[in-house]
């Protein structure tokens, strides 16, 4: 794989058309696009892209398609994680042949009170079936979701066997104790933590971490990756709370579907409010408030791809 990937990452949003919930591949080719001109990197198939509602065909095939438009394998990070290992063998292995720089790992999270050894021994096959040196692992911590927790143990057990393939973490699980943690005990060993949130970046960054993989990077990529490089200037608190703002605002609404009526609303195409079951598109009422208050926030996708796309 490539350079190991730094910065901000969005786990990019997965467009759907309306019959069948087919994945829309110009319009995802269009977003990604976006991004990377924005200047960020992209987490395909992460929670917000509801990569456990695509299948692993449907994943191959927009990675692939991503490739053939052109699109930087080395900007990109993957979600390769599920229940099952053959399906990460798979993914995994794919996202390594196509070049990306990393690959974003869910434990199995559907037993729950499993053991470090047990998780352990799932990320210790894939990583040997998959039998690559330019493999770069960065585990998936996000408790709240898949009940299945990413310890400092476990950590320490990949490490030591796989030094340099495990490569980093993502901490989803809101605490900043525990982001903290994880970056004062690993970063300098050169494993890279990114939070799961800018509002943490002006804390995290003068620790060590990476960057972050960030939801609402999907709707404010310039204005993060400013505050990435520009935390310890003088506009550094002030790019802070611009982010901030918007953060806010997209966290007080289902985030998903909320995420998706906005790119609707400002590509004007009304496809990007599809979201595959069992989420629901973000109903009229909860629309009616959130854009008045992402005006006022004057919060904007400037260059956004038109319907036209």
């Keep these: ?31 990604c ?37 052109g699109i930087p394998a080395s900007r990109m990070m993957p979600g390769t994680g599920g229940c099952s ?10 996202a390594v042949a196509a070049g990306a720089s ?33 493999l770069r692992l960065y585990l998936y911590h996000i408790p709240q979701m898949t009940q299945v927790p990413i310890t400092m143990n476990l950590i320490d057990m990949l490490l030591k066997r796989y030094p340099g393939t495990v490569a980093g973490a993502k901490d989803s699980s809101g605490v900043w104790d525990n982001t903290r943690m994880m970056i004062d005990s690993y970063s300098r060993d ?42 310890d200037t003088p506009e550094g608190p002030s790019l802070q709370a611009k982010a901030d703002v918007v953060r806010q605002i997209f966290q007080s609404v289902p985030m998903i579907p909320a995420m998706k009526c906005v790119v609707a ?19 009229d009422a909860t629309a009616s408030t959130l854009l008045p208050a992402l005006k006022k926030a004057n919060f904007e996708m400037t260059a956004y791809p038109s319907a036209s796309v």
């Design 1 to 31: 794989m490539q350079d190991k990937i730094r910065g901000p990452l969005a786990p990019v949003l997965t467009p759907f058309k309306a019959k069948f919930y087919a994945p829309d591949v110009e319009r995802f080719i269009a977003h």
């Design 33 to 69: 696009r976006w991004l990377i001109d924005n200047h960020v990197g992209l987490a395909i198939f992460g929670t917000n892209s509801e990569s456990a509602s695509l299948s692993v065909d449907e994943r191959v095939t927009l990675t692939d398609a991503l490739i053939a438009a």
């Design 85 to 94: 290992i053959t399906d990460s063998v798979r993914l995994t292995r794919h």
């Design 102 to 134: 990393g690959v974003l790992m869910l434990p199995p999270f559907y037993y729950k009170g499993v053991s470090d050894e047990g998780l352990f021994a799932y990320y210790s096959e894939v990583i040997e079936q998959v039998g690559d040196d330019r």
């Design 190 to 231: 050169g494993f890279d933590v990114f939070p799961a949130s800018e509002s943490t970046l002006s804390s995290a960054l003068p620790l060590g971490a990476a960057g972050c993989i960030s939801a609402t990077v999907n709707m404010n990529p310039a204005g993060i990756y400013a505050l990435y490089k520009g935390w």
């Design 265 to 283: 609303e400002v590509s004007k195409h009304p496809e990007w409010r599809v979201v595959r079951p069992p989420l629901v598109p973000l109903d």
